[in-house]
Nanobody
Framework: QVQLVESGGGLVQAGGSLRLSCAASGNIFTVNAMGWYRQAPGKQRELVATITSGGITNYADSVKGRFTISRDNAKNTVLLQMNTLKPEDTAVYYC??????????????WGQGTQVTVSS
């Protein structure tokens, strides 16, 4: 069994910062790409940022220059540092991991989501 547990969401004023953290645990053999996605009310879930096991990053245009994704491979954790937050960043943020279990199964796993609210 694999679990992704997120933390760090909350309420912040526009221009402020938050840091999200996600830890993967359980019967994990290897973790490939990890990332963050978000879903605002009435909208589809969208990619925010991803990072490969080798550290190659990819960002949505809307967050480039403001958000930074990083990871600790030894701890199977991924962080999202969010600076200069805007009201349009308000959403539920989900952690995602492409991983292979000790039984050999490879799949994408999702966290439960953490709410980020940016007030104007």
């Amino acid at each position: 069994q694999v679990q992704l547990v997120e933390s760090g969401g909350g309420l912040v004023q526009a221009g402020g910062s938050l840091r999200l953290s996600c830890a993967a645990s359980g019967n994990i053999f290897t973790v490939n790409a990890m990332g963050w996605y978000r879903q605002a009310p009435g909208k589809q879930r969208e990619l925010v940022a991803t990072i490969t096991s080798g550290g190659i990053t990819n960002y949505a245009d809307s967050v480039k220059g403001r958000f930074t994704i990083s990871r600790d491979n030894a701890k199977n954790t991924v962080l999202l540092q969010m600076n200069t937050l805007k009201p349009e960043d308000t959403a539920v943020y989900y952690c995602n991991a492409d991983l292979r279990t000790t039984l050999g199964y490879r799949s994408h796993y999702w966290g439960q989501g953490t709410q980020v609210t940016v007030s104007s």
